[in-house]
Every structure is written in C-alpha cells, then in structure tokens.
C-alpha cells in the first residue's frame, strides 16, 4: 500500500468514549493554537501532514511527518466547536456539525472504535479516510491523565465490532462516498504522549512512528502500547503490535470459528443422510415398507385388495389397500397442519388420506415397529402426493372429527408414492376449503387464483360436492324424460345461421362458407318434431357470443333442452316441466343430501324451497305486483316492456313473501321481446304463447308454443330481422305438416348455482368461458 497523502496524529475523542474533566477548559485557549504550532516546529507532533505520494490511510513505511518528508498542507487544530478543514464544503458543514456533537470533553480509559476489514468508515487514531486521501482531524479537548492504550482493544486480523460500527456511521452524512478499495488489516492503534499536555493527545498511525524522547518511550512500554518494536507486545507477521488481550480475544474467536466449522460439517453430513432418506426408491412392495414407487405403466399387476376410503367402516380389524392424496401431516402434538419436513415428536405422525370427497386419518407410530426414518419420508411427501396405504383399520378411542371417516383410521404398515407432487403448490387445500363467512378465519383463496389453477382447486370436497350434484342433476333430467317417452338427441353445432335470430353467435369459415357455432339446438329439436319424433331432448354445448361480465352468464354452458307435441294447449308443456323440476328438486334432496351439506359448510345459503303447486302468474300479473310494491322503471304500456335482472329480483321476492315458494313461472311475455319462433297470444297478439321459470329471483328456463306453420314462421322471421333463405331448410321443413309443439332450454349450471344458492356460475362450471377467460 502506497504511503497515504494525508495522515493525522491526534486521538478522536467520541463523547461516548471519553470522559470530560474541566481541567482540559485551556484547550479552547489560544494556548492550544501556540502549543500545536511549537510541536510542528519540533517535529515532536504534527496535527495535519500531507506526504509527496498518493496512497491509501493509514500511512505506512516511514512518517510522512519525519526529516525528508514534505509538508504540503497543514490544516489548523482546533477545538469544539470549530469546523474541520475539509476541502469539500458539504463534506465540511455536514461533519463540522457532527463535531460539535464531539465536543463535550473525554473521559478517561474507554475505547475506540476501531478499523472494519470491510473499508467502513471509521475513525483511525482520530483521523477519517476518504477518497483521494483527504483526512480530517478532530482536535477536542484532551486529558490530562495518561490517555488510554487503545492498542489493547485491537485483535489483530479481526478487528473492528459491528456494534462500534454502527455507533460511530451515525456521525457521518449518508453522502459520504465509500473508499476506493478495503481496508486490508491488520492495523493497530499506536499511541504516544511527552510530557507536554498536548502531546498527550497524539496518536501514531503509522508503524514507523519514533518518540521523540526516550522517556516518552518508556512511559508508552509502560502503558503496553509498541511503536515500531519498542513495546515489548507481540508484533504480526505485518509488523503491527498484537497486545496480549487481543491474542487471547483472536485465540478464543479462531476457537469459536473451528467449532462453528466442525458442527457446520455435521449438520451438512446429517441433511445428506436425511436426504437420502427422503428419496428413498422402491425396490420391492413385499419387503419394502415405504418409498418412491417407480412409474406404473402397466408392466405387471398384483393381487392386492384395494378398499374405497367411503367403504372402511365395513372393514374394521382387516388390513386393507386404499390409494389417496395426502391431505394433511402433523406431528403428534401439532395443532397446526405443516407441509413441510419436521421431526415429529414422540415418533408418532398423522396423514388425512383423501379420496375424492372422503377422507381418513392414518397413523404411523414407531412403537408399531416402524422406524423413524419411514415417519420422517412420509412427513417430507409433498402435500397433495398420491400414495398407497396398507394398514390395519382400527376404531380410535374418540370419534375423528376432522374427517369423514369418524370411527376408523388406519395403522400404517407400509405407505408408498405413486405421484409426487410439487413441493411448492398455488395455494394450500385447507385455505381454498375455509368457509365463506370468514368464521374461522385464516386466508382465503381469491377466485381468480382459483379459476387459474382450476385443477387444484377442483380437488376441494366443496367442488368435488357441486359437481356430483351437477352430475345428479342431468341424471334426473335424463331419468325423468325417459320415463315418459321422449328419446335423447345430439343435434349439429356447426350450422349455416343463427338459431336464436340474433346476432350473439360466434361466426366462423366452414370450408370457404360462414357459418356459426349453435346457440341452441332449437332449430333442429323443431325438425324432429316434422320427422314424427314426438318428445325428444338433449344435453350439450350451448354457445352465446354475449359480451356479458355478469354472475350468471357464461359464453359456453351446458343445455337441457326438450322439445315436446302437444293436443290442445301450451300448458301441457307446461305440466310436464313442472313435474321435471320438482322430480329433481326432490332427487337432490334425496340423493345428495351429504354433497348439498359439503357445500353449505363452506358456503351458507338458505335450503331452496318449493310447494307442490307452483305459482302460474302471467307477464301482467307479475308487472302489478311490481307496480303495487312501488318499483320504480315499471310503465303503463308493458306490450313492449321486459323485466330487467332488478325487476326480476323484486319479483322473486315478493312471490316467495306471497306463496312460500322460491321456484315459480312467468307465463306470456309480450310477443316483441320473445324469439321469431314463438306463437302469437290468441287473445292479444301483443302478447305471445311464452313462459320463463325462475328459481331463488332469477331465471332458469326460457319456452315458448313454437310456431308450426310455414308461412307465418316466414312472416315472424321477417319481422325480427332473420333472413329467411338463412334458414329455409328449417322454414320447409314445416311445410311437409307436423304438430302443434313446445318446449324449453335450461341452463344446467344454472339451475345448479340456484338450487344450492352460489354465488356465481363460474362455481359450477367445470372450466368456465366467460368474455374474459379462455383458459385453462
């Protein structure tokens, strides 16, 4: 290191370190200025030198303040509250200020901070080092006692305090640059005095300091203080005084550091050996107790017995097979589930096994012969694994009331991965099953996540709950229609124009044609009624080009539909939904009741309810009912007016307060709100043949008496707008004769979201399509 341009030999005195005495009062004096400008004439001590060469502080080599040295710059001493001689006036008000913080007066026998290895900035014998070797020198008040060996505070290669560091950055502004390149140690703290009252206050930083007398000297060895060999303290390989404090401080922290490496090494050696534990492969099922089972593809099969977690209560005593996710680990006195590896404490864990909606808690205990190495492989499998158990079912002492297999558990005898899991999931199982309400606190899933990562989320039992019940739904559908003669249908999707007569299809190129994706199979049920079919329906994709961001509307869903013939009124169509939709109201009730339960636990709703005797109300009984309830938007002519969702809502209300009842139907709807394809009102032709259904205030079937006569189907469809030649095959088709006939199309989620009382159809729907949401 080259020799610094700056170096200063006066002892920085913090008013933490230092304590004040009033006898240092003559420092402040003009005496102080004599004295120091005697010393620099004597050479006994300079306060500010600068050396010919550039370097780093602290000096090193020979004093720049020796014969031969050149004296560039001499900064003036000075007391309290005088500003130091900085070259850079920010740098000079913003220390000059921390300065007469300084100034207090010293106290005897306390230490320095001393020099971080890192480059901080500190004070070095009362000097700070800055780039381009500018240093400043903080001459306050001194002792007049022997001031302080502060070489016994430094330790040799290590020396420096975090504590001391901090303390003492507080006194410098943050714009201080940093040096240049670290301060590379060791250094030490050199200190020397004369006789002279000043002189006491110099510090040396430099190695090749000499006393300028020999009694200074002496008294300097006396207070174990070395400058350049003439202490009797042990030196460093660099040449720097080591006291025997800080060989001793040096010998104990090596010591600290060697015990430090050594368990270092063991911990480093224990997570190896758990780690290979923890990856522990399947070599074989029979003799191997737990482990990472290789791929299943197919390449052999075995003759276990595998038992559905549902069917366990009918078990009890035998060792059985069951396959499910790990839900949930803990040890044995944990009250929180972690997904993470633990030590589980008495050799005992808990894993709840899921199979679909049923779960079951396991047991592995090392007091039934399992080691611990086993507890602690299946306490690190990632929550959500797919595992093989074989155990024996037992009844537990006390009823399980985290599970829903309450009388049984497990006792695991071997336990293997088929499917590892990601250690890091989207979101935790347990916070996306919280209840709605926010009763038991604890995070809740947001439902964007949820929809994002759509195949997590469908694990929940509440999701596993809806779409059984949506499932059952279409079953009872099915079941229904069956019973009573109508034969089921798969109608194109693909078709050469709107089905619905408006413009919310999704046009497409078919082969260099337009075409568009069916909006509803009402086209083609109408032209099975011209082929002799009677009653038909049919399940499938319902696709509406409708830019609507609402709680209910979806872009694609899933239709019921039916279509029926009829001898003398509409209101046999009428009849037969009727008795549909109780038939399923009652077959899920029935059918269901758990999955419903499931669903309420997470999210409350009041049970849906139905009398046995619907309400018929027609469009204009249900507008006075409005009218007389004082809602507003309502007018006097309604032969074009619709009901908006609001309106709908109000009704729904006020029908359910009227009748008890939330499932009722709406019957002829003005004629100029309802499809080409619907029958004029006989007795109003502003009116029409129509009806709408509606469950919980909102609608859930849409039908009509659809027009069987070819010229007046023309005549509607010129009416609305529809080309006709867009749909002549449809429009001919009548005219080879059919039957009077109706129907409806229903919303299957819908109807789902309403009878369990959800609060959005994205809910119910497997993976839904909505304006924004294409994927997954």
């Given at each position: 290191m080259e020799r610094a341009d700056m170096c200063a030999w006066n002892c920085l005195h913090h008013r933490k370190n230092f304590g004040f005495r009033p006898s240092n009062v003559f420092f402040a004096s003009g005496s102080f200025f004599v004295s120091c400008l005697l010393f620099v004439v004597t050479g006994v001590c300079t306060p500010l030198c600068k050396s010919r060469n550039s370097g780093f502080f602290p000096c090193t080599g020979r004093s720049p303040c020796e014969p031969g040295a050149s004296v560039r710059e001499v900064g003036p001493?000075?007391?309290?509250?005088?500003?130091?001689?900085?070259?850079?006036?920010?740098?000079?008000?913003?220390?000059?200020?921390?300065?007469?913080?300084?100034?207090?007066?010293?106290?005897?026998?306390?230490?320095?901070?001393?020099?971080?290895?890192?480059?901080?900035?500190?004070?070095?014998?009362?000097?700070?080092?800055?780039?381009q070797s500018h240093v400043l020198t903080f001459l306050v008040p001194g002792s007049l006692h022997r001031p302080t060996a502060v070489s016994s505070y430094i330790k040799g290669p290590s020396v420096g305090t975090t504590h001391r560091l901090r303390t003492f950055s507080k006194l410098l502004p943050s714009a201080l640059p940093r040096p240049a390149q670290p301060l590379l140690g060791p250094w030490n703290f050199v200190s020397g005095y004369t006789r002279s009252p000043f002189s006491r206050l110099c510090c040396s930083l430099s190695n090749s300091c000499k006393m300028s007398t020999p009694e200074a000297k002496r008294e300097d060895a006396a207070a174990h203080v070395g400058c350049n060999g003439d202490s009797s303290s042990p030196l460093s390989a660099e040449g720097a005084t080591v006291s025997k404090k800080a060989q001793k401080k040096a010998e104990k922290e090596a010591a600290k550091e060697a015990a430090k490496a050594l368990k270092r090494e063991a911990l480093e050696a224990e997570q190896r050996a758990a780690q290979a534990i923890l990856q522990k492969k399947v070599e074989d099922i029979a003799t191997d107790a737990y482990g990472y089972l290789p791929i299943i593809d197919s390449g052999s099969r075995t003759d276990r017995v595998w038992v559905p977690v549902a069917n366990l209560h009918h078990h009890v005593g035998e060792v059985v097979w069951i396959r499910g996710r790990i839900h949930e680990c803990r040890g044995k006195d944990d009250r929180e589930y972690v997904a993470v590896v633990f030590s589980p404490s008495g050799g005992v864990a808990f894993l709840v096994l899921r199979e679909r909606q049923q779960t079951v808690q396991a047991v592995?205990?090392?007091?039934?012969?399992?080691?611990k190495d086993m507890i602690k492989w299946v306490c690190a499998v990632p929550m959500e694994s797919v595992v093989d158990v074989q155990g024996k079912v037992v009844a537990p002492e006390f009823e399980i009331q985290s599970t829903t297999q309450k009388g049984v558990e497990i006792a695991v005898q071997k336990i293997f991965c088929v499917s590892k899991a990601a250690q890091e999931l989207p979101f935790q199982l347990r916070d996306a099953m919280r209840p709605e309400d926010g009763s038991e606190g604890g995070i809740r899933v947001n439902p964007d996540t949820r929809l994002d990562n759509r195949i997590l989320d469908l694990r929940t039992p509440v999701n596993q709950a809806i779409f059984r019940i949506q499932s059952e739904t279409v079953q009872l559908f099915r079941e229904f229609l069956l019973k009573r003669g109508f034969v089921e249908i798969h109608s194109p999707k693909l078709i050469g124009g709107a089905s619905e007569g408006g413009a919310s299809c999704f046009p497409l190129k078919y082969f260099g044609r337009d075409a568009c994706l069916a909006q509803s199979p009402q086209l083609y049920k109408q032209m099975a009624m011209c082929a002799d079919f009677d009653r038909v329906f049919e399940i499938g994709p319902v696709f509406r080009a409708e830019n609507s961001n609402t709680h209910r509307h979806l872009c694609e869903f899933t239709g019921l539909d039916l279509e029926m013939t009829f001898k003398e009124h509409y209101s046999e169509v009428l009849d037969v939904l009727d008795d549909l939709f109780k038939f399923i109201f009652r077959g899920l009730s029935e059918r269901c009741k758990e999955e419903i339960d499931t669903f309420h636990q997470q999210y409350p709703a009041e049970p849906?309810?139905?009398?046995?005797?619907?309400?018929?109300?027609?469009?204009?009984?249900?507008?006075?009912?409005?009218?007389?309830?004082g809602c507003p938007g309502v007018p006097d002519d309604v032969s074009e007016f619709d009901l908006n969702t609001e309106q709908e809502r109000t009704l729904g209300k006020l029908v359910k307060a009227k009748y008890g009842t939330d499932f009722y139907m709406l019957i002829q709807y003005p004629l100029a709100v309802r499809p080409f394809y619907t029958m004029p009102d006989p007795h109003d032709k502003k009116f029409s043949n129509s009806y709408d259904f509606f469950m919980r205030n909102e609608e859930i079937i849409s039908g009509a008496q659809r027009v069987h006569d070819a010229d007046m189907l023309t005549e509607r469809c010129q009416a609305c707008g529809v080309p006709p030649s867009s749909i002549q095959t449809y429009i001919d088709s009548f005219r080879l004769g059919t039957a009077p006939h109706g129907g409806a199309g229903i919303g299957l989620e819908r109807v789902v979201m309403l009878f369990l009382g959800a609060k959005n159809i994205r809910q119910v729907s497997l993976f839904p399509r909505d304006p924004k949401r294409l994927t997954p």
């Open positions: 001493p000075f007391s309290g509250g005088t500003t130091c001689p900085v070259p850079n006036p920010l740098y000079r008000a913003k220390i000059g200020r921390q300065v007469r913080r300084l100034a207090s007066g010293p106290r005897p026998n306390r230490q320095l901070p001393c020099v971080a290895r890192d480059g901080s900035w500190l004070p070095v014998g009362g000097a700070l080092c800055l780039p592995l205990d090392t007091k039934q012969g399992l080691g849906f309810t139905w009398i046995e005797k619907t309400p018929r109300l027609t469009f204009s009984e249900g507008v006075q009912m409005l009218r007389d309830a």
